[in-house]
């Protein structure tokens, strides 16, 4: 009888032991959950690494997706889990970084109701409504979203499913999570939803793209990873290819459909980490396929080649560059109507900014004084006629050797190097177009950092004409036009 007792026993236990051991994996026992006023199977996921030294290294995603259906539902998500190891000291901090809001704001949105308290089994959160955030614009929510903060973890619920049906059941969920020393475990109902669990697609592929290894980059798009998304370190694919050299893998990136400008967090884009390095090879590739020499006021990349001792890159840059930018067809046109002066004496004064790269530089037009200087290309000072003939007006300048005639669309004008005063960096010699008609004179700058430009700048200014009190000029898609009146302000 007692050897049939223990036998039993050792059975019992050995079960025990089985149904422990099943259950410590990712998925642990199941258990009944009261939700939206039906009982449903729930079961509780639980991370089995060692979440701390996980998140170290990597961005984690949990995805809940909706099982398929006899009424043929196509696998709809839930929500995604995104956690990370903690960056922000506070959700004010956190909220500042994401919404780029200042505290006052966002405690005011908190009392109105947009950032509501929640309370998690791991401790407080925030709950974020959908409901556009005043006063912000790129930067809003899109979603509902459930953040919770802790010295170590930051976790963020996303809600991602096609409308507001299902939000009870996704802050339900939320209000599930744990958060126990080195493992998070989060109950969901079992019988309606899948989880899915791996590191951050994005995050992959910029490892990938900076390893080299097309294999690993295609897996990375095959799991959702975005082309051109930033990871959590703010690096991009395309960018993390050139800062290792890696020309086949940029070469990859860019035929999936990767943007040959994307900048890393710290306005940097792949031709700029080449130029510094040097890669001509990688260079000739990426502008050949449109890569900017300059986006958004950053260093250029001829900078970057010159200040890094790349002279071969830097000189196969321009060259380049000014190649692709002789073709006036593909030229923009730029109008802008003369507007008369106050005192009724001609017209206002008027500086045009042909500016060399790309950016949304118009918006900036009334500090255009405070660019830096290596980023104005050519002026175009237009002032009320004050000279009877070119003689006249070139009599008064500190021209230097002869002058050259020069015809515009507007009519004849002429070429002279003018010496320029700078008591800073010492005199210097600049090349200039003068025109002159009754109403009008124009001259055009070329600033002498850009000679090298000078096939371009040639380009623009035989387009100059003047129709009914306008005058019109074009310029190249890879420059941007700016002007300033100086009658209103003054510098």
């Known amino acids: 009888m007692k050897t049939k007792n223990r036998s039993l026993f050792k059975l019992i236990t050995i079960i025990i032991i089985l149904i422990s051991l099943f259950y410590c994996g990712d998925a642990a026992a199941a258990e009944t959950a009261y939700n939206g006023g039906q009982k449903t199977n729930h079961e509780t996921y639980i991370f089995k690494n060692n979440l701390l030294q996980h998140i170290s290294a990597h961005t984690l995603i949990i995805e809940l997706v909706e099982n398929a259906t006899a009424e043929g539902n196509l696998h709809k998500p839930l929500m995604k889990l995104i956690l990370k190891k903690s960056r922000y000291s506070s959700y004010n901090e956190w909220l500042y970084d994401t919404v ?242 106050k005192d009724g004496q001609g017209y206002e004064k008027t500086i045009f900014h042909i500016l060399n790269g790309s950016g949304e530089h118009e918006e900036c037009a009334t500090e255009a004084h405070f660019f830096p200087p290596d980023i104005l290309s050519m002026d175009i000072e237009i002032d009320r006629a004050e000279f009877k ?3 006249q007006w070139l009599a008064r300048l500190p021209v230097r050797g002869k002058t050259k005639k020069f015809n515009t669309k507007a009519g004849p004008a002429v070429i002279a190097q003018i010496l ?25 700058s070329f600033m002498p950092q850009d000679s090298y430009l000078k096939e371009v700048f040639i380009k623009i200014a035989t387009s ?9 000029i074009k310029y190249p898609p890879e420059f941007e036009a700016a002007t300033l009146n100086l009658f209103e302000r003054k510098l």
């Open 389 to 391: 003939n070119y003689e």
């Open 420 to 444: 320029i005063p700078d008591d800073q960096t010492g005199d210097y010699e600049s090349e200039h177009i003068f025109f002159l008609n009754d109403k009008i004179q124009a001259v055009f």
């Open 464 to 472: 100059f004409e003047i129709d009914n009190d306008a005058v019109r």
């Open 100 to 341: 780029n809001r200042s505290y006052f704001e966002i405690a005011l949105d908190k009392a109105n109701g947009i950032i509501k308290n929640f309370i998690t089994a791991a401790g407080e959160a925030l709950l974020i409504s959908k409901t556009a955030i005043p006063g912000c614009d790129d930067a809003c929510y899109d979603s509902h979203r459930i953040i919770y903060l802790s010295d170590t973890v930051q976790a963020e619920f996303i809600y991602e499913y096609e409308n507001n049906s299902r939000l009870d059941e996704f802050q339900e969920i939320a209000a599930a999570f744990k958060l126990d020393g080195r493992r998070f475990s989060v109950d969901y109902p079992a019988g309606r939803y899948t989880i899915k669990a791996g590191n951050d697609a994005n995050e992959e592929l910029v490892d990938a793209a900076a390893a080299g290894d097309i294999k690993k980059i295609n897996e990375a798009l095959e799991r959702g990873a975005k082309i051109n998304a930033r990871s959590d370190r703010a690096d991009v694919a395309l960018s993390a290819a050139a800062k290792n050299g890696r020309l086949k893998a940029i070469k990859y990136i860019v035929e999936k459909g990767g943007d040959v400008n994307v900048a890393d967090s710290d306005g940097a884009t792949a031709l700029m980490t080449l130029a510094t390095a040097g890669d001509i090879a990688a260079i000739k590739y990426l502008m050949k396929k449109g890569a900017l020499i300059r986006t958004h006021f950053t260093k250029s990349a001829i900078e970057a080649a010159e200040q890094n001792g790349k002279t071969a890159a830097a000189r196969y840059i321009k060259k380049a560059f000014v190649q692709r930018n002789l073709d006036l067809s593909s030229y923009k046109k730029f109008e802008y109507a003369l507007a008369a002066r």
